[in-house]
């Protein structure tokens, strides 16, 4: 097994060697724009690396990990317009520095990119990889839909809000996972495995995601805190208050914009009240412990156990 | 070999049958919709008539014949979005009836779906079904922003203008023919001289669309005519008379929005003048000329033959 780092290099070297065509600039430019956004590349790694965990040659997997690297930038390029956001990572979105029409028809080609990449050698694993990907990728378009239709709702239950991180964030940690077991050949339940490990892993993450929104530290988190709180967003933090706050705060302040600031702390103070801190911190460990529950079944070399385990444990911890 | 609307309905049935799921709504209602719009379906038709013509069992290209369909589908969804188009075939685009989100994140379900289609009873064609589609994917996407491109010049050439609708329109039909042709188990040359069939087909069938919306008629047509003259839109014919109109009449027009039937008089009257309407109307009988030869080249039964060349002759001679 390598370092985290390790695979991280040959994800952006292979990157890097994409070489897409240079004209029309305006469908192409965008693309190169959206991969140079840099991110952990958490996606990519998973495979690599649960194909080396496998005993396989990482490389076996690289084409089926920038596919899957290339249709998760692409999934950002569509959903920063649909909400209408005008920055990612520091730099202002596609269609804030182009155009909308640019940024659909940029994301669409890739889209399509990424389906050519996973076919590039993936020999007779090619039906397979299709279908996992291609599911994965419906269950993505599911979780954004619902993501969306939560916005004019205020009935959201945690049931619902688990179902739909499941599906618009987790799954393709799950794929990333499970198409690097079908790389190295693994058996059908192998690759299951691991794409259960990826979906808790992912579940742990975007928990973590919810919480640092509201109580991280803005230096380290890297953008402003509270802006979950300002959108009304159903979170699993805002849910589960609406459900529990008896003092009606959380509802009444649902659509009010006036004193950003003050809402920020009136919404925190209900949280902090309820305890969800520590009780979103509880669930986030008890999908931890499933994850690793699915490692242990993989019964991997324990330097693979350990690459593993230990990403399990920094994504329930990490501070950005 | 069957009957053009024998063809029809193997496809709108298969069509029927899909069976998307339901929920969430948002998601699956506006696919259904879209492809609810009827339409002459003469890709699918192509891909199963190219099958048929060689000797197999249209059915066998039946899966792959619906991903075509759906794919193009996708494609007008999103162009509607990029022009802002209001309606499409007499309904609301799905942008109007929903909105903007909605139309982008269907029509990315879409093209997976698509994908996905392509995958089944694919068997041993499958990768190079997949290599088909996403080439040609890729080309209508470079199309599309040529095509864009386009508006904000005056010096488009009639070659650039050849190859954008080559790419954006022509090359579907091409992969149609040759994808009818692969899932026959025809040879790469058979699969290649079907697919360029198709493309001399898609060009005529372009240009006699560039000519009805000056000159057909209204009633048949089933649109306003001379909306591409309204626009400005850079069509063989406007790009002919910006490069031979002496008077500088079609350059002055550019932008005027005051007087519309005026402006497409004066315009048409340029045309008449440099005798375009016979001029596309030879290019067209080239490119049907081409078509013919690719038939010739394929030796098929006269049956076979004459589905081909029936369609050849119509799509230069329709009015609609």
Redesign the interface.
Same mark, same amino acid.
């Given at each position: 097994m390598k370092e985290y780092n390790d695979y991280l290099e040959l994800v952006n070297t292979a990157l890097s060697n994409l070489r897409l !065509?240079k004209? !029309?600039e305006?469908?192409y430019a965008p693309i190169t724009y959206t991969l140079d956004c840099g991110g952990k590349r958490i996606r990519p790694v998973l495979a690599l690396a649960a194909c080396e965990a496998l005993g396989a040659d990482p490389m076996s997997a690289i084409h089926q990990a920038v596919a899957v690297e290339m249709f998760h930038n692409f999934t950002l390029l569509?959903d920063d317009?649909?909400d209408n956001a005008d920055v990612r990572r520091g730099r202002p979105t596609v269609h804030k520095k182009w155009n909308?029409?640019t940024a659909?028809?940029s994301? @669409? #080609?890739m *889209?399509?990119?990424a389906?050519?990449l996973l #076919?590039i050698k993936?020999g007779s694993h090619? #039906?397979q990889a299709?279908?996992l990907f291609?599911g994965t #990728?419906?269950n993505i378009?599911?979780g /954004? /839909? *619902?993501d969306? @239709?939560f916005e004019n709702r205020c009935d959201v239950t945690v049931e619902e809000y688990m179902e739909m991180i499941r599906l618009k964030t987790s799954v393709l940690l799950g794929c990333a996972c499970g198409m690097g077991a079908l790389m190295a050949d693994a058996t059908f339940e192998t690759q299951l495995k691991f794409f259960e490990y990826g979906v808790n892993l992912g579940l742990a993450f975007q928990l973590q995601d919810d919480y640092l929104d509201t109580y991280g530290d803005p230096a380290t988190f890297g953008k402003a805190i509270g802006g979950d709180i300002l959108n009304d967003k159903k979170t699993w933090l805002f849910i589960m208050a609406l459900n529990e706050d008896k003092s009606g705060v959380v509802k009444f302040l649902i659509g009010q914009t006036d004193s950003p600031s003050e809402k920020i702390e009136a919404v925190k103070a209900v949280y902090n009240e309820l305890g969800l801190p520590e009780r979103i911190h509880e669930l986030i460990s008890a999908y931890i412990d499933s994850a690793v529950k699915c490692l242990d079944s993989l019964a991997l070399q324990p330097e693979a156990r350990a690459f593993f385990m230990d990403l399990a444990l920094k994504s329930a911890t990490r501070e950005k």
């Open positions: !065509p004209q !029309p305006g469908l569509h317009v649909m909308e029409e659909i028809i994301g @669409d #080609a *889209l399509t990119t389906t050519m #076919a993936a090619l #039906a299709l279908e291609n #990728a419906m378009y599911e /954004q /839909q *619902l969306m @239709d």
